[in-house]
């Protein structure tokens, strides 16, 4: 298996611009989740599906993210309009039904983003 | 509710001498502990996982750790350091029976490790 995708793997936008992100989750795994790594606050979980369903997104900072997940395949979280702040690297993982104790998370290469 | 502290932001060894990374982790009920390691610029790769069989487990690269219920602990060894074990280290806990972090992990800050030849 080809692990986690994400794409792209280095993105450089302007202050205002959209942001798309997208997630390739390994064939057979029923959970995805986003996170965000910076320096100043280390790694927070944004939002995780279950099934394709959004079961908690109180780690998105504010409106400006959003994130789906139309397919069993297929995951984009997207940023608009984004700002400076927003700079960071974005990993995405999955793993097999989460609330299972056994199951660990495998993580994708990450986004790295920069807004200027 | 869940919490992992890792005690140590850095640690320094000698190549060849022995590594320990310290965990302490809380939770209401029994959790499952993980170890992941991220090389720069790249993503966690799961070092370990314990998840309530043997409280010694043996992971890649010759880590292990040893899970210590009454020390509510977690810690990460390794007994002789090789200079491709610089990296970032976060311990993770994972609780599906608490209601409020149901399946999700809580990671630590991480502990980067410097490899001195």
């Known amino acids: 298996d080809a692990g986690v995708i994400q794409s792209p793997r280095h993105e450089v936008t302007e202050m205002g611009q959209e942001v798309t992100l997208r997630c390739k989750p390994i064939s057979g795994h029923n959970s995805l989740f986003w996170y965000r790594q910076t320096m100043m606050r280390g790694l927070e979980l944004l939002i995780y599906?279950?099934?394709?369903?959004?079961?908690?997104d109180s780690g998105m900072p504010e409106d400006r993210f959003s994130a789906k997940m139309p397919n069993a395949s297929f995951s984009t979280l997207k940023i608009q309009p984004s700002e400076p702040r927003d700079s960071a690297v974005y990993f995405c993982?999955?793993?097999?039904?989460?609330?299972?104790?056994?199951?660990?998370?495998?993580f994708g290469p990450g986004t790295r983003l920069t807004v200027l | 509710a869940q919490s992992v502290t890792q005690l140590d932001s850095h640690v320094s060894v000698s190549e060849g001498t022995p590594v320990l990374l310290r965990c302490n982790y809380s939770s209401s009920y029994s959790p499952s502990l993980f170890w992941y390691v991220q090389h720069p610029n790249k993503g966690l790769q799961l070092l370990l996982k314990y998840t309530s069989a043997a409280t010694l487990v043996k992971g890649i690269n010759g880590f292990e750790a040893e899970f210590k219920k009454s020390e509510t602990s977690f810690h990460l060894t390794k007994p002789s350091a090789h200079m491709s074990d610089a990296a970032e280290y976060f311990c993770?806990?994972?609780?599906?029976?608490?209601?409020?972090?149901?399946?999700?992990?809580?990671f630590g800050a991480g502990t980067q490790v410097v490899v001195t030849p």
């Open positions: 993982a999955s793993s097999f039904l989460a609330g299972d104790p056994n199951n660990e998370q495998f």
């Open positions: 993770v806990v994972s609780d599906v029976r608490a209601t409020d972090s149901w399946g999700k992990f809580q």
């Open positions: 599906f279950n099934n394709n369903v959004p079961i908690d």
